[in-house]
């Protein structure tokens, strides 16, 4: 059974920052599109960053780019969203989920291209 580990959400101040991981458990394809996407309350799922664990490079929402990086390691079978700079408006649930893909093939930022989800991990950036 595949499964996504989520972890390294929380509370943290304007312009603070918080490291999210997510392990997929219960897979070996090698080339995945990984992505973290970012709902906040009666709002819409939203992609935040993508990347490809098969190669190439990753690929940001336009409101976090320079502040986000996600990166991986497939040796752990693990993508990290590092976030820096962070705003009360990133505040919201933020998911992982991943689709097998084409090794190095770009990656959609749509939701409903995602496969596999994990069960999310709550970041809130307040004063």
């Known amino acids: 059974q595949v499964q996504l580990q989520e972890s390294g959400g929380g509370s943290v101040q304007p312009g603070g920052s918080l490291r999210l991981s997510c392990t997929v458990v219960?897979?070996?394809?090698?080339?995945?599109?990984m992505g973290w996407f970012r709902q906040a309350p009666g709002g819409e799922r939203e992609g935040v960053g993508r990347?490809?664990?098969?190669?190439?490079?990753?690929a940001y929402a336009d409101d976090v780019q320079g502040r986000f990086t996600t990166s991986r390691d497939n040796a752990k079978n693990t993508v990290y969203l590092q976030m820096n700079s962070l705003k009360p408006e990133d505040s919201g649930m933020y998911y992982c989920a991943w689709y097998r893909a084409i090794p190095g093939h770009w990656c959609y930022s749509t939701p409903s291209k995602y496969d596999y989800w994990g069960q999310g991990t709550q970041v809130t950036v307040s004063s």
């Open positions: 219960g897979n070996t394809y090698r080339s995945k599109c």
């Open positions: 990347i490809n664990t098969g190669g190439g490079a990753a």
